[in-house]
């Protein structure tokens, strides 16, 4: 399955941003999908994951109650929106794909190519 994300760009603290992934060449109802970041000199984490239907979500502690990941099985495509952004979320954003909703990046088996998400102070 190939992913492509979208939607990342340059914004001040408090602002928001919707990222979005679309999935093709797979059946996107099959996979788990999740949103991971990198900051700079940092490793990746994991950021939000949702299950296969959409039931479930995960969130990483700092981005509770601010970020949503969603997804549209109609459009194929996972969205993550990222409202009260703060410098401290200032990373490259990717989207996975993989069978299980989890946290961990070795879950997921497939990448998209990164968005790059800058929060100004």
């Known amino acids: 399955v190939q992913l492509q994300a979208s939607g990342g760009g340059l914004v001040q603290a408090g602002g928001s941003l919707r990222l979005s992934c679309v999935a093709s060449g797979g059946t996107f109802s099959s996979y788990a999908m999740g949103w991971f970041r990198q900051a700079p000199g940092k490793e990746r984490e994991a950021v939000a994951t949702?299950?296969?239907?959409?039931?479930?979500?995960l969130y990483e502690d700092s981005v509770k109650g601010r970020f949503t990941i969603s997804r549209d099985s109609a459009k194929n495509t996972v969205s993550l929106q990222m409202n009260s952004l703060k410098p401290e979320d200032t990373a490259v954003y990717y989207c996975?794909?993989?069978?299980?909703?989890?946290?961990?990046?070795?879950?997921?088996?497939?990448w998209g190519q990164g968005t790059q998400v800058t929060v100004s102070s």
């Open positions: 996975a794909a993989g069978y299980v909703a989890t946290m961990e990046e070795s879950s997921y088996n497939y």
């Open positions: 949702i299950s296969r239907r959409g039931g479930s979500t």
